[in-house]
């Protein structure tokens, strides 16, 4: 049983362009959530897609976009890219109806670099 | 300020030793979560705490939350260089939306 998978592992960018990275939930999950980790901070939430809606959303501006497909896939895009950006993107699945967060399963990461 | 605030940022210990990592909410916690974090790779779910008092333990590592306080604590006994990594609390806003502290960086020389 496959986990949360991610891609790309690795990117980098120049400011001013936009990227996509992608994520697939772990089996069975419904839910997916997005979260930046700066270097040396803790991870900081992004929103959350489900039955390909945003449900949630932190404090980020409109800059950042998502999409849930209907095989609960997701995307987070990124327009404008700044070199703050740079960071680790975490993207962790869930079942929506569960409000027990630690049932949130992440993946690997992916880390952009903006340069 | 963060929501989560975690003590220390950084320990580095002699392997065997006991070592105690702290987190504190501004905020009425309701549900405390640790994760471990390999350096650039994903969170790994280690517990979840939800009552006032509660202690839970896997293999060498215990977790306690002290609710008056708002405060949790995660400790780990005769530690070895397989704990190194940075260790995270979160807690819970709302559905699925968590808080995180900053982590704290563990080494353990071997």
């Known amino acids: 049983d496959a986990g949360v998978t991610q891609s790309p592992t690795h990117l980098i960018k120049t400011r001013g362009q936009q990227v996509t990275l992608r994520c697939s939930p772990k089996?069975?999950?419904?839910?997916v959530s997005w979260y930046q980790q700066a270097l040396g901070q803790g991870p900081q939430f992004i929103f959350q897609?489900?039955?390909?809606?945003?449900?949630q959303r932190g404090n980020f501006p409109d800059r950042f976009s998502g999409h849930q497909f209907p095989n609960y896939s997701s995307e987070l895009n990124v327009n404008a890219l700044l070199l703050g950006d740079s960071a680790l993107y975490l993207c962790?699945?869930?079942?929506?109806?569960?409000?027990?967060?630690?049932?949130?399963?992440f993946g690997p990461g992916t880390r952009l670099t903006v340069t | 300020s963060q929501e989560l605030e975690q003590s220390p940022q950084s320990l580095i210990v002699q392997e065997g030793k006991n070592l105690t990592i702290n987190c504190t909410s501004s905020?009425?916690?309701?549900?405390l979560y640790w994760y471990k974090q390999k350096y650039g790779e994903g969170l790994i779910f280690l517990m979840m705490l939800q009552k006032g008092g509660e202690e839970k333990s896997h293999e060498k590592i215990t977790a306690k939350l002290d609710e008056k306080k708002q405060q949790s604590s995660l400790h780990i006994t005769a530690s070895q260089p397989s704990h190194a990594g940075i260790y995270l609390c979160g807690a819970d806003r709302m559905n699925n939306d968590m808080r995180f502290g900053a982590g704290t960086r563990l080494t353990v020389k071997p």
């Open positions: 089996s069975g999950h419904d839910t």
């Open positions: 962790a699945s869930s079942l929506f109806r569960t409000a027990r967060s630690y049932e949130q399963y």
């Open positions: 905020k009425t916690l309701y549900g």
């Open positions: 897609y489900y039955e390909e809606e945003e449900r």
